[in-house]
């Protein structure tokens, strides 16, 4: 979730070395200097495939006087710190030279097969991995701050970074999740612009200690941020729930496909470079929070944590639904390539391919714990595609706009077509296999109704509805083509005779629904809720699982 971030202190990066002794900058006071600043951070050391032994934290000094760090420290705070979590403190020793380094070695772990260059300073602390915060302080006093705020407004601080997913950080942020074989390094122009998120870039660690000589006016640019080892594919997996849930992936590579700024503000990739089983997705939507930074045609490294989010209707605070889930990557570090990519070709969804049953027959089963089986049923093939593009062309529209810019088109034009256009329901609990729920990305209402037709090709990305399933999250809307839908006028009644009208009600109270139904396990339809904005934009609680699926509308 975005926080209020606040610039702690504006320092600049310097170049490697070490020059003659002079006189050393006094230290009393605490006053920080505007020269030092944390250059890298590193917590996979001894972790599995890490090929350094312990964590680090490397300074480096840019002024042109050395700086006495022997009254100073560096400090660690986990990523989400609690009531009782507390600062850990390496004091420092020494000085560090003008356009030197300073290294400060902290845990070693079980593995690795290299040992840092020799450190300036050794502490015990156990850097995370992937999130936490780092703190560069003119005194040896464990910090108090835990939020972003409080910890802007301590002068004691000269630096701070906070990576991955960590509430203390700079600017609006974090620097790169980081991974085992990997370090935040601040970018080899120097700037500290205040922002973690800008500032640093996750590449191999190279770590410097005091020995390791000053750096001249052009330093060497850091490494170009290359893909890591995990691709969409691999967290979609063929199971309806990631294989990687919970976890952390580092440079994910994609490129972005559609933007969504209001709502559940965030965006899509897709690998272009697809593997070939059909099961697994090449999408997926990254949940950012506030409005994304990205453009489509991006090509994007993404390094965030993988969720499986379960929407939750507006209103429902019981989890009574049983939505299906979405696949995310959440709390995102993002790191843009190139700009101005083709897109992958979408998919054209057509009679052809998909399956003519729309959920399987579970005997009121949990789908979400079988196999992802595209051939099965309509649930099935959409979720081998979610978060992927696909194409609709000439769709029949068979359930007319709502206020919030919601339709159902189907994707099998000649599918039980009714006189007015619409798709019949033939049996209860029979969902045409065509339907699909369209809606525009940008919020537009297309005013459409039963009969009428998106002419050409409407095209977008996957997702899915806590009100009607699966939807496609329109990009490019088809020409819209009006079938004038009239209303239907009742025979008049002869003298004498009764005239009687029916009306479905069975669906107006969704909790007296029977319990279960064999043809949609684990996927509900809610009804009428009442609702403050788009169903499409979920609600950000994920519910805990229910035990039973509702009955869908018919």
């Known amino acids: 979730m975005s926080r209020s971030r606040s610039r702690l202190l504006t320092a600049t990066l310097v170049v490697s070395g070490l020059v003659a002794a002079v006189a050393l900058v006094p230290s009393a006071g605490a006053a920080a200097s505007p020269n030092v600043v944390i250059s890298q951070v590193y917590g996979g050391g001894g972790n599995s495939g890490a090929t350094l032994k312990n964590d680090f934290i490397e300074l480096r000094n840019n002024g042109t006087a050395p700086v006495d760090l022997s009254s100073w420290s560096v400090q660690y705070i986990s990523a989400a710190p609690g009531t009782s979590t507390t600062w850990q403190s390496t004091p420092l020793t020494g000085s560090i030279a003008a356009g030197g380094y300073y290294l400060v070695q902290e845990a070693a772990g079980a593995a690795g097969t290299q040992g840092l260059p020799a450190p300036d300073a050794t502490g015990s602390v156990n850097l995370s991995g992937t999130s936490g915060t780092v703190a560069l302080v003119t005194s040896q006093t ?33 620097a790169p999740l980081l991974s085992n074989t990997t370090a935040d390094t601040r970018d080899a122009n120097g700037a500290d612009t205040g922002q973690n998120g800008a500032d640093f870039t996750a590449v191999a660690p190279d770590p410097h200690n005091s020995a390791s000589g000053t750096g001249s006016a052009s330093p060497t640019p850091s490494p170009t941020p290359t893909p890591g080892s995990v691709r969409i594919h691999d967290i979609q997996g063929t199971s309806w729930i990631s294989p990687l849930n919970g976890q952390a992936v580092s440079n994910v590579p994609g490129i972005v496909t559609a933007v969504r700024t209001s709502g559940s503000k965030g965006f899509w990739i897709q690998d272009p470079t697809p593997d070939n089983n059909p099961a697994t997705s090449e999408g997926i939507f990254v949940y950012t929070d506030a409005a994304p930074t990205v453009s489509v045609g991006d090509s994007v490294l993404v390094s965030a944590k993988v969720q499986q989010y379960y929407p939750l209707a507006s209103g429902d605070t019981t989890a009574t639904t049983s939505n299906l889930s979405v696949t995310e990557l959440t709390g995102p570090t993002v790191v843009t390539l190139s700009s101005g990519n083709p897109l992958p070709a979408p998919i054209v969804l057509s009679a052809a391919d998909v399956p003519a049953t729309y959920a399987p027959d579970l005997g009121g089963g949990n789908i979400e714990s079988t196999p992802i089986t595209p051939s099965r049923s309509v649930l099935d093939f959409y979720e081998s595609i979610e978060g992927m593009r696909v194409e609709v062309d000439n769709a029949r529209v068979v359930g007319p706009s709502d206020s919030y810019g919601e339709q159902y088109v189907t994707v099998k034009p000649d599918e039980d077509t009714t006189y007015r256009g619409g798709s019949e329901l033939l049996a209860e609990n029979a969902t045409p296999s065509g339907r699909l729920e369209v809606v525009a990305d940008d919020g537009s209402n297309p005013e459409v109704s039963v009969g009428d037709e998106f002419t050409g090709a409407t095209i977008g990305t996957v997702d899915y509805s806590q009100y009607g399933g699966f939807v496609l999250a329109a990009s490019t809307l088809g020409t819209v083509q009006h079938n004038n839908l009239a209303p239907v006028v009742a025979t008049a009644a002869k003298p004498r005779d009764l005239s009687i009208a029916t009306y479905n009600v069975e669906n ?40 039973t699926a509702l009955w869908p509308p018919t």
């Not at 701050?145 to 990576?163: F, N, R």
């Not at 279960?516 to 684990?522: A, C, E, I, L, T």
């Open 142 to 174: 464990p910090l108090s701050c835990k939020t972003a705020a409080d910890c802007a407004a301590d002068s004691s601080i000269g630096d701070l970074v906070g990576y991955g997913t960590a509430v203390i950080d700079q600017g609006s942020a974090d």
């Open 508 to 547: 107006l109270a969704p909790p007296t629904r029977p319990p279960s139904s064999p043809r949609w396990p684990r996927a509900s339809w809610s009804t009428s809720p009442s609702r403050t904005s788009s169903p499409w934009r979920r609600s950000r609680t994920t519910p805990a699982r229910p035990t």
